[in-house]
């Protein structure tokens, strides 16, 4: 799996948007960019996922950058239930047997 | 639907006993099915992963076990349990598009 940098922290004021960055410049071809959460004290939750375009669902939206060398998932309208630690992972999608394995992340704190 | 069930939601066991969490999950059939464990402030290691009944892979060489004995459930097991063993435990399926939703949780307390 291709290797990803975070930021350790960021803050948002409910409400806002909350854009959390990823570089990703190693990211091979055919290596998809994921984003999980993991709220405390709860397992991990799946966000979103894209390989080259945009992609949005209920939850967030991901933008990624032409050369796929870093994206960006937006919360739209972050709440306090947001507070949670981000996870960028880069991986290729058919990959049964092997684990998720997550970074550091970013702790969003999201406050009132 | 991607629900996942996992029961119990938490449980304390002392060194020796048995264990037995069973994991179901809802949705497509033949889903790829994983047993991860947590330990506190740590990352997912991966304990086993099935690709069907009966098709168990082990990743971690340790005193538990997993049997897939229907298509949409996935127990763990252990005859004797360590301290060590204590931990976060996560059921989670593939999905087509290679992400992974997770149960729940089972949090293990061995004392």
């Known amino acids: 799996d291709a290797k990803t940098t975070q930021p350790t922290s960021m803050d948002c004021a409910e409400g806002r948007a909350a854009n959390l960055p990823c570089n990703h410049s190693?990211?091979?071809?055919?290596?998809?960019v994921y984003w999980y959460r993991q709220i405390h004290s709860q397992g991990p939750q799946y966000i979103i996922h894209?390989?080259?375009n945009n992609e949005t669902n209920e939850m967030a939206s991901l933008i990624i950058t032409e050369d796929r060398k870093s994206s960006t998932l937006i919360l739209p309208h972050a709440t306090l239930r947001d507070t949670a630690v981000y996870y960028c992972?880069?991986?290729?999608?058919?990959?049964?047997?092997?684990?998720?394995?997550f970074g550091k992340g970013t702790t969003l704190s999201v406050s009132s | 639907s991607q629900t996942i069930h996992q029961w119990p939601a938490t449980l304390v066991q002392p060194v020796g006993s048995p264990l037995s969490l069973e994991c179901t999950v809802e949705?497509?059939?033949?889903?790829?099915l994983y047993w991860y464990r947590q330990a506190a402030g740590r990352g997912l290691q991966l304990l086993f992963y099935?690709?069907?009944?009966?098709?168990i892979s082990s990743e971690v060489p340790q005193n538990l076990s997993a049997s897939r004995p229907q298509d949409r459930q996935f127990i763990l097991s252990s005859k004797k349990l360590l301290l060590s063993d204590s931990g976060f435990y996560l059921c989670?399926?593939?999905?087509?598009?290679?992400?992974?939703?997770f149960g729940p949780g089972t949090r293990l307390t061995v004392t």
């Open positions: 099935s690709v069907g009944i009966g098709q």
């Open positions: 989670a399926r593939r999905d087509y598009g290679g992400e992974q939703y």
């Open positions: 992972i880069v991986r290729v999608a058919n990959q049964a047997g092997t684990a998720l394995i």
């Open positions: 190693t990211i091979s071809g055919n290596e998809y």
């Open positions: 894209g390989l080259k």
């Open positions: 949705g497509t059939s033949n889903p790829n």
